[in-house]
């Protein structure tokens, strides 16, 4: 069962308004058994609505709408849905006490007839009364085609298509049952990991259909596969993840839909042991310790941290040589250290984790390279550390090494 979404809006367009509507929608649609054959946006224009109304039906079955719905004079999605069924706009009794009982209980302005004219629906529609607003939802079906109409506003459009859309969908058609099972793997490109998979991924059944989504870090492998038999579709599933585990045995994880996220692996287990952790950041500015602090229950393991930025916080504050610093650079294996060392003392905690490098645009206080990172790892008895080239823009050279500090530190705790 194929389903197409219209979003509608000149705001969509320009990047004034974020579309998380479709994918509400397309998910929603996605766990009953529908698939998303194509989502488009489309600004409030007469001939664009008629010609997107007719491209979907004829390569769907199910088309959802969402927007124009307003009472102004570009809102024209309701008049042009009554054209495209060759209908006439009447007014719903139902819609507009709706309307009326709003304005009593929220709504101190006068009730004007734009207002009122929101009660207008096609006649061959089915209303989907809209609780939380004025504009109603509204089902039309054409031959074996469903074409349903709703408000753009997102917690509106939410509830509709919770409470009215999906039931009434699923008595009308009879959907495949589909299963998506996406497991998450971290410290392995995507080109690596593709490589230890390779014989597995070329061996897939013809139903299964395997998906990379990398992102930085980390890689999500999602496995789908439906049909009317939901136990078979389970099977084929359970079947190749078997076999796919113990190829990306250290990389692996969890499942996505249970998985954790590292830090919060990492936070688990420190609880669960009893251990502590203090960090010392410079070019990440925080951010390490913040994948911690912004999860409930940090203290029971989070002794501490420092951003010491500037050389001579490094110096003041850690307690870094300035012999050491002059010999090596402030980016180096051996501040690093250093800097890991001195902070898992100061805050007496089992593990102690630094970060120094150059993030760009300009060098700073190091001639390294922009890009170059220097991650340690202390604990009482010792220490380690790696280097890394991490790219030239920003924003990604900080967020790789928060990533692959975290990396490092959850390796170490393994080792203890």
């Known amino acids: 069962m194929l389903a197409e979404i219209i979003t509608i809006g000149d705001e969509l367009l320009i990047g004034q308004v974020i579309d998380t509507n479709s994918a509400f929608i397309a998910e929603t649609l996605n766990s009953i058994g529908a698939s998303i054959y194509q989502i488009t946006s489309i600004q409030d224009d007469r001939e664009h609505l008629l010609q997107a109304f007719k491209d979907a039906e004829s390569r769907v079955d199910i088309i959802i709408i969402t927007g124009g719905l307003g009472p102004t004079k570009d809102d024209i999605t309701k008049k042009t849905i009554a054209e495209y069924f060759e209908d006439t706009l009447v007014r719903d009794a139902s819609v507009t006490k709706n309307i009326e009982d709003i304005w009593k209980k929220y709504v101190r302005q006068t009730l004007l007839q734009v207002n009122k004219d929101q009660a207008l629906v096609p006649s061959k529609a089915e209303v989907l009364m809209n609780e939380l607003g004025t504009a109603?939802?509204?089902?039309?079906?054409?031959?074996?085609?469903?074409?349903?109409?709703?408000?753009?506003?997102?917690?509106?459009?939410?509830?509709?298509?919770?409470?009215?859309?999906?039931?009434?969908?699923?008595?009308?058609?009879?959907?495949?049952?589909?299963?998506?099972?996406?497991?998450?793997?971290?410290?392995?490109?995507?080109?690596?990991?593709?490589?230890?998979?390779?014989?597995w991924e070329d061996a897939l059944p013809s139903d299964i259909k395997l998906a990379y989504m990398p992102n930085l870090g980390s890689v999500r492998l999602r496995l789908s596969s439906k049909g009317l038999d939901e136990q078979k579709v389970r099977k084929g599933i359970d079947a190749e993840i078997k076999k796919v585990l113990p190829l990306i045995e250290g990389a692996f994880v969890g499942f996505e839909d249970e998985a954790e996220s590292l830090e919060l692996i990492?936070?688990?287990?420190?609880?669960?042991?009893?251990?502590?952790?203090?960090?010392?950041?410079?070019?990440?500015?925080?951010?390490?310790?913040?994948?911690?602090?912004?999860?409930?229950?940090?203290?029971?393991?989070?002794?501490?941290?420092?951003?010491?930025?500037?050389?001579?916080?490094?110096?003041?504050?850690?307690?870094?040589?300035?012999?050491?610093?002059?010999?090596?650079?402030?980016?180096?294996?051996?501040?690093?250290?250093?800097?890991?060392?001195?902070?898992?003392?100061?805050?007496?905690?089992?593990?102690?984790?630094?970060?120094?490098?150059?993030?760009?645009?300009?060098?700073?206080?190091?001639?390294?390279?922009?890009?170059?990172?220097?991650?340690?790892?202390?604990?009482?008895?010792?220490?380690?550390?790696?280097?890394?080239?991490?790219?030239?823009?920003?924003?990604?050279?900080?967020?790789?090494?928060?990533?692959?500090?975290?990396?490092?530190?959850?390796?170490?705790i393994l080792k203890n």
């Open 136 to 199: 109603p939802g509204m089902w039309l079906d054409k031959g074996d085609k469903t074409f349903i109409s709703l408000p753009g506003v997102p917690f509106e459009m939410k509830k509709l298509m919770v409470n009215k859309v999906i039931p009434k969908l699923k008595e009308k058609y009879k959907f495949p049952f589909i299963l998506h099972k996406t497991l998450l793997t971290y410290g392995l490109g995507e080109s690596t990991l593709a490589k230890r998979i390779e014989a």
């Open 266 to 412: 990492i936070a688990n287990r420190l609880t669960e042991s009893g251990k502590t952790l203090a960090i010392a950041e410079s070019c990440t500015g925080g951010d390490l310790a913040g994948q911690f602090t912004q999860n409930a229950g940090a203290s029971n393991y989070f002794n501490g941290g420092v951003v010491t930025y500037a050389t001579e916080s490094k110096i003041k504050v850690l307690g870094v040589a300035k012999t050491l610093i002059e010999k090596h650079s402030v980016v180096s294996k051996e501040v690093a250290e250093a800097m890991a060392q001195n902070v898992r003392e100061l805050y007496d905690a089992d593990y102690g984790i630094a970060t120094t490098g150059n993030a760009g645009p300009s060098k700073g206080d190091s001639d390294v390279e922009i890009g170059t990172v220097f991650i340690a790892v202390a604990t009482k008895n010792t220490v380690v550390s790696e280097a890394f080239m991490l790219g030239s823009a920003r924003k990604r050279v900080i967020k790789k090494a928060v990533n692959k500090a975290l990396e490092m530190l959850e390796k170490e």
